[in-house]
């Protein structure tokens, strides 16, 4: 990530952070658990266009998160490209640029935010089936995976938003599937304990 693109980045963050606060008012859980230095892969669920800012305002430091490549090659692509967003193509079967890059941002010390399900969620299945890119760029920088779950509606002033992070996990003893069914799992759990306290406050 280039100077400018990290000042650009860094200009824009309090900006987002006090909108969503004001408009949204997210509730925030475990924020902590997000490391205040050295490479972190965070990964979580996807249910909304709005998911990566949500995480961008839960800490300080700069996150460059796995975007699809259309957003890059559409007429905002330049503001995707400015904030060290990574291009990711749907439409193949690998993606081998978008790996590399996010390993050496990890090998960097940086943190990388990614949806293992590649893809916004419109199912009534809780998740989508996980890629393992997430998986394979913290075994191959040797990085922990903070796992996090957002539920709840994007609306003004919403009072179930909420996004939760979990302990960080460390697969770096563990093959490819096994780590990547314990991610899915985790995050699973999450999303559930988070919408059974949803549906506890409404009753």
Not at 13 to 21: A, G, H, R
Not at 91 to 116: C, F, M, Q, T, W
Not at 162 to 180: H, Q, T, Y
């Amino acid at each position: 990530m280039n100077k400018s693109s990290e000042f650009f980045y860094r200009l824009l963050q309090p900006v987002f952070t006090l909108i969503f606060k004001v408009y949204f008012h997210p509730q925030i859980v475990n924020k902590e658990y997000i490391p205040t230095s050295g490479s972190c892969v965070i990964a979580g669920n996807h249910k909304h266009a709005l998911d990566p800012i949500l995480v961008d305002v839960c800490t300080k430091r700069v996150v460059h998160t796995l975007a699809k490549k259309d957003l890059h090659d559409g007429p905002f692509g330049w503001f995707f490209k400015s904030i060290g967003t990574i291009p990711v193509d749907l439409h193949a079967e690998h993606n081998k640029d978008a790996l590399v890059s996010a390993v050496e941002y990890l090998n960097e010390g940086r943190l990388i935010n990614i949806s293992p399900e590649a893809k916004r969620n419109y199912t009534a299945e809780i998740l989508l089936p996980f890629k393992f890119g997430a998986v394979v760029m913290a075994k191959r920088t040797g990085s922990k995976i903070v796992p996090y779950s957002i539920t709840g509606d994007y609306k003004f002033r919403s009072k179930n938003l909420k996004i939760c992070f979990g302990e960080p996990l460390d697969i770096s003893d563990m093959e490819v599937e096994e780590a990547n069914r314990l991610l899915f799992d985790t995050i699973k759990e999450l999303l559930i304990k988070n919408r059974e306290q949803e549906n506890g406050n409404k009753g």
